[in-house]
């Protein structure tokens, strides 16, 4: 079975001009280099902070914007050959929901207008079929259809989140990219929204691309996980190998950093000292050893390759000295 | 649920909106006077031909320069007569049908254009955005009824002509303010769904943001309603706006110019009436910017 | 002796439909070199508590309270002036967003050094060293050149960082800090919070932690307050509020957890949502989401009994064998 969502060494790099008449312009590399391979029904989490490339990489995903190198295959077709003759019909394919539920919803319009745009731009269908059919989601959301005719205002966020959600899947897509949907969530919403998104990807075998920082959630639903730190995958596998054995320094300190309720489900603190390097101007060699405990010479000078160590995709020099610790 | 219950709380809905934004409003009396006498001044101009006691064009060859009388049995009329015998109440009771078609008109114009041009530097921005820009600027560093007197020059005089020149001078503030509110609508995440969606320029542009950014447009259009009265008269007056013996504003203060001191009710009476239309479309200006800025919102 | 010692303290806010009752009987010891956290979600009245000690809420808010003292100062009566020469210097607070709470205009060291001149009445040569001192006091490397540095020039962790050296700048006998990493990378919180225990050990000041993170809570807290829709619902030392939750209202959120249910197919819900100003419950403002709600939950508003540092509101609180998974 080929893979619902395909990516092959995508790279999306930003020019950037500083203020100022002599301004030199410079090269921000958002995305440096990711390949993965997702099937239906399955869900690949995508982690990592701020700056990291993960939404630059939803961007590409949902083909708002083009790669400057490498390849995505939506249901195996490439929608940029052919001068993206195939862009529009594949975009059905592919709905993304978003973090904040109060930017997602356009504040001047209805609910049922909400959900049916997908249907509007996309198909001619009669307004009562597309009524029904909006009506039907918003009940499998669980909300109810009398919402229809109500404006986002009148909805708590996690309702709003919802609501993203029915318009996301109204026209049954393969593939469902969700941009820190739960984040900006309290404890008992993100909990109904991370089962209904969990029930409607089982129930339409969805191939589902998770970005997220919150280990705690990644960890429950995903079946891939794809490490990113500075536009780079630093990490890449199985996630229930990766979360119970990380072995990239950076996964360990994300890991150990994820505050935890239950004290056995506490690691050890690895202290990241230092911030985030800026990545405009991103350190040299491997990205991650200005901040990681087991630096050495050699990590300052060559960039790690990303290889296949221990069943999984690693990026560093010394994983396996990471893995004894 | 049935639908007749739906479209109740539907109704319910849209009068709790207008319940809460006449509840902002509503606090500023001021705001609340100018409506009401807008509200007049608009009766007025629809029934012209009914309230105004005497045609404004007939000539009363015996009553010239007829001060304001009240019940005299010759030659009585409220608002005097100017120096041709025509009834001053009536000409300005006509004059605010003008008054409100150069206003409203310039309004529509503005509006149309301006959204256009904004929305269309917003979304494409680089080079068009510059383009459209810098000419806007262009506009802006004439002073605004020098620009328009220079306009009508080329146009030639006549009120239809005052009022292209007055929306060309406003038009800059419109599409400045399209052009910011839409640059930071377009951030916003729910245009990134609709492109997901595979929206069109067009349904992006018009339908997604633009209602986003309506807000401060009308409050715009509010006050530029006024001021596009004043500078109608104001050019009225130069002799550039509407020519006699259209009863203008500007133009009835012009025609009696000479007799400013010999008989002021002439030019008082209209004075006075654009002064008080102005006043009370600035006040509800005012009042319909605080009811739509939320900050000032005290909830 | 307790430092702050609040009984039955209600806010209301006037709105236009009405009043809303956002805190309704918070009661509170904060005793020297505690650590204590406020845990609720969003609209539990756990932000506005504070705000109403500190004195920063809008004029539309009305305070009221039993007993609301600081170090035997009565807060609700205290003139203005008397209130500014407690609130930053012997209580401080952090915010959430640390790049809007401090001001673009001026160099972070002005900021330090203002917070000093206020309170402190130090000279220009000895604000200067304190500053220093400060910044070096919160990891803030090459002090001596940041002090130079404008906020937009330094990330968001750094200006954390920066508005905890201004909250400890006058030794406080008191630090509030309301969801101080919530808008921080998940490394970073976790320098954060570490800073943050850290000083309190050293200065063995008070430390009120407010938070929607239970991670961070069991990390940090030695004692526990739970809130739901403005009122105050349990207390508890941290370890048994998370081995044996008593109110079923914690009990459910900590159900919620996605770390708690990895072996579970659905992650339990707590159905239903937090009543809004319209929609309150006669009775227990939880009983129309509880589990275990009764007759009597719905006729009576059941009373906060404290036992010792212990505090609940419940009438049926939940058996520590039966946690109802």
């Avoid at chain 1, 020019?15 to 030199?24: C, H, L, M, Q, T």
């Avoid at chain 2, 045609?55 to 030659?75: H, M, N, S």
């Avoid at chain 3, 009043?19 to 506005?48: M, N, Y």
């Amino acid at each position: 079975m080929s893979a619902a969502i395909e990516g092959r060494n995508l790279k999306r790099y930003y020019p950037v001009k500083d203020r100022g008449i002599f301004a030199k312009s410079s090269i921000l590399k958002a995305l440096d280099g990711a390949s993965f391979s997702l099937e239906s029904g399955k869900t690949l989490a995508i982690v990592g902070e701020s700056g990291c490339g993960k939404s630059t990489l939803a961007r590409l995903a949902t083909m708002i914007e083009k790669p400057t190198e490498g390849n995505i295959f939506i249901s195996g077709i490439d929608p940029h050959a052919n001068n993206g003759a195939e862009i529009s019909r594949l975009r059905q394919d592919i709905q993304m929901i978003f973090q904040d539920p109060y930017g997602s919803l356009n504040p001047r319009k209805k609910i049922g207008t909400i959900i049916e745009e997908p249907i509007v731009i996309n198909r001619k269908m009669p307004a009562a079929e597309r009524r029904n059919l909006a009506e039907s989601m918003l009940s499998k959301v669980g909300l109810r259809p009398e919402h229809y005719d109500r404006y986002p205002h009148m909805f708590s966020g996690g309702q709003r989140q919802r609501i993203a959600i029915a318009r996301a899947l109204v026209l049954k897509p393969k593939i469902l990219i969700a941009d820190e949907p739960v984040s900006a969530l309290d404890i008992s919403i993100q909990a109904q929204v991370l089962n209904i998104l969990m029930d409607l990807q089982e129930e339409m075998n969805l191939a589902l691309v998770f970005i997220s920082h919150d280990l705690s959630v990644v960890r429950r639903i995903a079946d891939q996980i794809m490490v990113m730190y500075l536009g780079k995958v630093v990490e890449q596998g199985d996630a229930k190998m990766i979360f119970d054995n990380p072995s990239h320094p950076y996964t360990q300190a994300l890991l150990g950093a994820t505050p935890a309720v239950d004290p056995k489900l506490r690691r050890e603190r690895v202290k990241l000292t230092g911030e985030l390097p800026s990545p405009l101007n991103p350190p040299t060699g491997c990205a991650f050893h200005t901040r990681c405990r087991f630096v050495q010479d050699k990590c300052s000078t060559t960039a790690p390759k990303l290889e296949m160590q221990f069943e999984r995709q690693v990026a560093c020099h010394f994983a396996e000295i990471a893995m004894k610790n | 649920m049935d639908s007749s219950a739906g479209s109740a709380r539907k109704s319910g809905i849209l009068r709790r909106d207008i319940l809460e934004f006449w509840y902002y409003f509503s606090e500023n009396k001021a705001a609340v006077i100018g409506l009401v006498f807008l509200l007049g001044i608009i009766f007025m101009a629809i029934f012209a031909g009914f309230i105004a006691p005497h045609d404004p064009t007939i000539q009363y060859r015996d009553c010239l320069e007829q001060p304001p009388t009240w019940g005299a049995e010759k030659c009585n009329f409220l608002f005097g007569t100017d120096y041709a015998g025509r009834d001053m109440l009536s000409r300005i009771i006509y004059g605010t049908r003008l008054s409100l078609i150069a206003g409203g008109m310039v309004v529509i114009l503005c509006l149309s254009i301006g959204i256009m041009f904004g929305v269309i530097a917003g979304y494409y921005r680089g080079w068009v955005d510059i383009t459209i820009m810098r000419i806007m600027d262009t506009i802006l560093s004439v002073p605004g009824l020098l620009m328009a007197l220079v306009l009508v020059a080329i146009l030639g005089p006549g009120l239809l002509n005052a009022m292209i020149a007055i929306s060309i001078t406003y038009l800059p503030y419109f599409v400045r303010l399209t052009r910011s509110s839409y640059i930071i609508e377009n951030t916003k995440e729910y245009v990134i769904a609709s492109k997901i969606s595979g929206a069109s320029k067009f349904r992006i542009m018009f339908i997604t943001i633009l209602p986003n950014c309506m807000a401060p447009l009308i409050v715009q259009a509010t006050l530029s309603f006024s001021t596009a009265i004043l500078d109608t008269a104001a050019l009225g007056f130069l002799g550039m706006g509407a020519q006699p013996p259209t009863p203008e504003w500007g133009t009835l203060i012009a025609e009696n110019r000479d007799l400013m001191l010999s008989a002021p009710w002439t030019v008082t009476f209209p004075g006075l009436a654009i002064l008080l239309a102005v006043l009370a479309i600035n006040l509800m200006g005012d009042g319909l910017r605080d009811a739509f800025d939320p900050k000032l919102k005290r909830s | 002796m307790s430092l702050l010692e609040i009984r039955n303290l209600c806010v209301d806010f006037e709105t236009v439909s009405g009043s809303f009752r956002a805190v309704d009987g918070v009661d509170l010891d904060i005793r020297e070199t505690d650590i204590l956290s406020i845990v609720g979600e969003s609209g539990s009245g756990k932000s506005v508590s504070m705000l109403a000690v500190m004195g920063l809420l809008p004029w539309t808010a009305k305070i009221t309270a039993d007993k609301m003292e600081f170090e035997g100062h009565n807060l609700l009566t205290i003139s203005n002036k008397a209130r500014r020469n407690i609130i930053g210097r012997d209580i401080a607070m952090i915010f959430q967003e640390p790049m809007s709470s401090l001001n673009p205009c001026f160099t972070v060291g002005f900021q330090i050094a203002e917070t000093l001149k206020q309170h402190l009445h130090l000279d220009r040569k000895a604000r200067r060293k304190r500053t220093i001192e400060l910044l070096d006091l919160v990891g803030i490397p090459a002090p001596e050149e940041r002090i130079r540095a404008f906020p937009h020039q330094l990330s968001g962790g750094m200006c954390q960082r920066i508005m905890i050296a201004m909250a400890i700048a006058c030794y406080p006998k008191l630090l509030i800090a309301d969801e101080p990493t919530t808008a921080l990378d998940v490394t970073i919180q976790a320098q954060i919070i570490d800073l943050l225990v850290n000083l309190q050990n050293e200065t063995g000041m008070a430390l009120v932690l407010i938070t929607h993170d239970m991670g961070v809570v069991a990390e940090t807290a030695k004692r526990v307050i739970v809130m739901y829709a403005g009122q105050q619902v349990e207390q508890q030392e941290v370890e048994g509020l998370f081995n044996s939750p008593r109110h079923p209202y914690t009990n459910a959120l900590l159900n919620a957890l996605p770390e708690r249910s990895l072996d579970l197919d659905r992650l339990p819900t707590i159905e239903g949502v937090v009543p809004g100003a319209g929609d309150r419950p006669d009775g227990c403002l939880f009983s129309p989401r509880c589990k275990f709600v009764q007759d009597d939950c719905r006729a009576n508003i059941p009373p906060l009994k404290s036992t010792g540092v212990n505090a609940l509101r419940c009438f049926h609180p939940v058996d520590p064998g039966n946690l109802g998974i």
